[in-house]
T-cell receptor
């Protein structure tokens, strides 16, 4: 149980394009989903928290207009990196938590490379 | 804000040895979680702790939620090569987001 998937697992795009990453909870309903980014040899940095049906809460320093988050259902959240630039290249990981629990289950991550 | 101090940063051990790593927080936590991350993959939950003093095992792994609620440790017994990876502690209090430690990079020498 508690499986979270991400798609795509990796993506290469040109500078200026937008990239959408999907995060799905496969066997449970996730009232809250989280988006992290991770640079090499560093810990996870929380970007935003999203609750189903409401606007995401972004961490300080994360541009909400650049990283668009949609949590349209209890099993799907999407992160869209708009007008991507090389400095946006990173490993993006989502996690999901069920109702009333703090335990987060992580997806396998998406490696984004912006040329 | 909440801060987590995870130590050691890295460990090199011989196969078969036991391993211990720990995390301390600057404030009281209600939840402690331990994850393992392999290169290029997302973290995988190893053990979840919800009560002060709780001691939980998962195979060769044992973790404890400190009595003060400000610390937790993870032990791995009889390490094997597949234990290699980065181990993260994480915790929070109430409805605050999880705070992650900086990770312990474990290398196992066969």
């Amino acid at each position: 149980g508690a499986v979270v998937s991400q798609h795509p697992s990796w993506v290469i795009c040109k500078s200026g394009t937008s990239v959408k990453i999907e995060c799905r909870s496969l066997d449970f309903q996730a009232t809250t989903m989280f988006w992290y980014r991770q640079f090499p040899k560093q810990s996870l940095m929380l970007m935003a928290t999203s609750n189903e049906g409401s606007k995401a809460t972004y961490e300080q320093g994360v541009e909400k207009d650049k990283f668009l988050i949609n949590h349209a259902s209890l099993t799907l959240s999407t992160l869209t990196v708009t007008s991507a630039h090389p400095e946006d290249s990173s490993f993006y990981i989502c996690s999901a938590a069920g109702l009333g629990t703090d335990t987060q289950y992580f997806g396998p991550g998406t490696r984004l490379t912006v040329l | 804000g909440q801060q987590l101090n995870q130590s050691p940063q890295s460990m090199f051990i011989q196969e078969g040895e036991d391993v211990s790593m720990n995390c301390t927080s600057s404030s009281i936590f209600n939840t402690w979680l331990w994850y393992k991350q392999d290169p290029g993959e997302g973290p995988v939950l190893l053990i979840a702790l919800y009560k002060a003093g709780e001691l939980t095992s998962n195979g060769r792994l044992t973790a404890q939620f400190g009595i003060t609620r400000k610390d937790s440790f993870l032990n791995i017994s009889a390490s094997i090569p597949s234990d290699v990876g980065i181990y993260f502690c994480a915790g929070n209090s109430g409805n605050t987001p999880l705070v992650f430690g900086k990770g312990t990079r474990l290398s196992v020498i066969a």
